[in-house]
């Protein structure tokens, strides 16, 4: 599986039970970016996206098990320690700011290879930076 994970200046990923930011751009880069593949998540994550992606979203509480090889899942409150070998890449998305944080990204990214970086303007941040990751 292939994760996308949004973080902050420290690997955060909630605080207080909720998402720490998000972006209607970031949304569509990874649209565009699963154009054409299953993209998986929870339904809290689904809440973020239009009611018109529907088509290109798979909805599961258990997505981490249900996603099979080279399908994209969006994680934002799961715990990704139990899958960790089924990795095959993490795009990481980047807000570039500190915020308050509880849950942290918990992947080990020293031992990955970042072999891309895009940077783009967001519509609520001015840099988000996208990082791609491969054993």
Request: glycine residues 2%; proline residues 3%.
């Given at each position: 599986m292939i994760l996308i994970v949004c973080v902050d200046d420290h690997n955060g990923m909630m605080f207080n039970h909720r998402r720490q930011s998000q972006d209607r751009v970031?949304?569509?880069?990874?649209?565009?970016?699963?154009?054409?593949?299953?993209?998986?998540?929870?339904?809290?994550?689904?809440?973020?996206?239009?009611?018109?992606?529907?088509?290109?979203?798979r909805v599961d509480e258990?997505?981490?098990?249900?996603a099979g090889d080279g399908e994209f899942c969006f994680?934002?409150?799961?715990?990704?320690?139990?899958?960790?070998?089924?990795?095959?890449?993490?795009?990481?998305?980047?807000?570039?700011?500190?915020?308050?944080?509880?849950?942290?990204?918990?992947?080990?990214?020293s031992v990955w290879k970042c072999v891309e970086t895009k940077e783009f303007a967001g519509s609520s941040h001015e840099k988000i930076t996208r990082e791609r990751y491969t054993r």
């Open positions: 970031l949304r569509a880069d990874i649209l565009e970016l699963t154009d054409g593949k299953k993209l998986w998540m929870n339904a809290y994550s689904r809440k973020q996206f239009a009611e018109s992606d529907a088509e290109k979203i258990t997505f981490l098990d249900a994680v934002e409150n799961a715990d990704v320690s139990g899958c960790a070998e089924r990795i095959e890449e993490i795009y990481l998305y980047r807000w570039n700011r500190d915020y308050p944080v509880e849950v942290y990204f918990p992947v080990d990214l």
